[in-house]
């Protein structure tokens, strides 16, 4: 599988709006970032900076006394749940990574343990259950969970216990600044740079009147606020655009549909999880769904999993946005060793660094203690000596060498805030068959502060 890669002009947020309608340049550049998020097709990508941070107002962890015990990653993942699809691709990251760690030597030269926990959704008691299995066992770091509203279900109980929660999916600008004593982190971007990717991609469309679907949940609410600021910034007033939060719970959403169709928008986003299939059935019904107006989707629900839950051909032309990095189809193939049954890659790799970026900061603490490993996490990311794998950093990190691991997701540079100050996006659309197909051009962005 090849890629294509274009355009590596800087867009400064002063000139946001130009960004947004779609500039663009011949210049190649092989750091360009384009990802799998399907088996066997490639995408376009926007990728975003920000110097958003809590500055000194973020929590900072406090070292732990010094522990060698061997290092415990468990996972808080979905193995059940609305985000069930996300769930095969980031425990098949989680578990290479481990393999790979311990090829290379373990952690304090012992090997690293993997505990596997199921994270379901906020129907149920599921992540709970697993936090507290997972802290009894004497797990210094969990991986997970995949969705924000999971993961403020947890936080507080991971954090006051002084582990490491480190998600590998989380984007709701919630987590920014969260009083989580310092051990919260996560690969993924925040969505205020999704919001623009997503803006950006809509206003290419042409769309001059839009509306928005978004669950009532701190992602969707979020990512909702943030597109309709960014939208509003591409120039498309503020009474063309209407913004409907539905219960992802519910048992119908032919109300917020009918709201959609009554405001007759020529752009539609949706922003869910598993309910969006229900949602874009309806839109189908009614005749606003994906053959009759632009619809566009985001991370929560670009799968391969949501053509599988809707009626032949019904996505066709849909596109959408997600957090996707270059891992390269040598990665991917490596993935499908963890797990032949692979689909999506969605977040395989933001499972994968969190795994290393934890092995790290405990070789460069000396410690297996959980306060430990999260006050080196952000500064085994940037400015010190470049390494790209486990086997590399590692002999650095035993010297006491200042290092900067750059994952399978390319550059990280964690702000204080314990987050990416980088995300890099995938544009993702659907064939008639249902299946995610490789759009046809790649952008870039850049947003400030």
């Given at each position: ?13 002063a000139?946001?709006v ?24 490639a ?6 900076t ?10 900072k ?24 699809f ?19 030597g ?30 009894a ?25 002084g582990?490491?929660m ?10 920014t ?6 051990q ?5 971007p ?5 919001a ?13 009147r ?5 669950m ?14 960014d ?10 655009i ?6 992802p ?16 928008p ?41 053509g ?11 596109k ?5 990095t ?9 993935l ?16 994968y ?6 092995a ?7 410690s ?42 390319g ?28 759009p ?5 962005v850049?947003?400030?502060?």
């Open positions: 599988m090849s890629h294509r890669y274009l355009l590596r002009g800087t867009i400064a947020a000139v946001s130009m960004a947004i309608a779609g500039c663009s340049s011949d210049d190649s550049d092989d750091t360009a970032t384009t990802g799998g998020a399907t088996g066997a097709s995408s376009s990508s926007t990728e975003a920000t110097n958003t941070d809590c500055g000194e107002n973020a929590d962890a406090t070292p732990g006394p010094v522990s060698t015990a061997p290092l415990k990653i468990g996972t808080l993942l979905p193995a059940t749940g609305s985000l069930a996300l769930g095969p691709p980031e425990f098949a990251g989680v578990k290479l990574a481990v393999q790979d760690v311990n090829a290379a373990g952690v304090l030269d012992q090997p690293v343990q993997q505990i596997d926990g199921d994270s379901g959704d906020t129907t149920t008691d599921t992540a709970n259950a697993t936090v507290d299995r997972e802290l066992a004497g797990t210094q770091v969990i991986v997970g969970a995949a969705s924000s509203s999971v993961s403020l279900k947890v936080i507080d109980k991971i954090s006051n216990a582990a490491v480190f998600s590998p999916a989380n984007t709701s600008d919630e987590f600044c969260y009083a989580d004593k310092g919260y982190f996560r690969t993924a925040a969505d205020t740079l999704q623009q990717a997503l803006a950006q991609v809509m206003a290419e469309g042409g769309v001059q839009v509306a928005i679907l978004a009532n949940d701190p992602y969707g609410t979020g990512l909702a606020k943030n597109t309709v600021s939208l509003e910034a591409a120039g498309i007033p503020a009474d063309q209407k913004t409907i939060i539905y219960d719970n519910a048992q119908s959403f032919n109300a917020e549909v009918d709201q959609v169709k009554n405001f007759n020529d752009g539609i986003a949706v922003i869910g999880f598993e309910e969006s299939a229900k949602i874009i059935t309806r839109m189908n019904e009614v005749k606003i769904g994906p053959k009759d107006k632009l619809v566009f989707g985001v991370d929560g629900n670009m799968g391969n999993a949501l599988e839950s809707v009626g032949p051909g019904i996505l066709e032309g849909m959408g946005t997600t957090p996707l270059n891992v390269g189809p040598q990665f991917e193939a490596r499908k060793t963890a797990d032949p049954a692979l689909i999506d890659f969605n977040y395989a790799g933001e499972s660094d969190a795994v290393v970026i934890s790290l900061a405990a070789e460069v603490a000396k297996t203690n959980g306060r430990s490993i999260a006050a080196n996490i952000n500064a085994v990311t940037e400015g010190g000596t470049k390494c790209k794998t486990f086997e590399e950093c590692l002999p650095l990190a035993k010297a006491g060498t200042d290092l900067d691991y750059d994952g399978v997701t550059e990280l540079a964690f702000v204080t805030a314990g987050e990416p100050s980088v995300g890099s996006y995938g544009v993702l659309e659907f064939d008639g068959n249902n299946k995610l197909i490789a046809v051009a790649d952008y870039k850049v947003k400030g502060n």
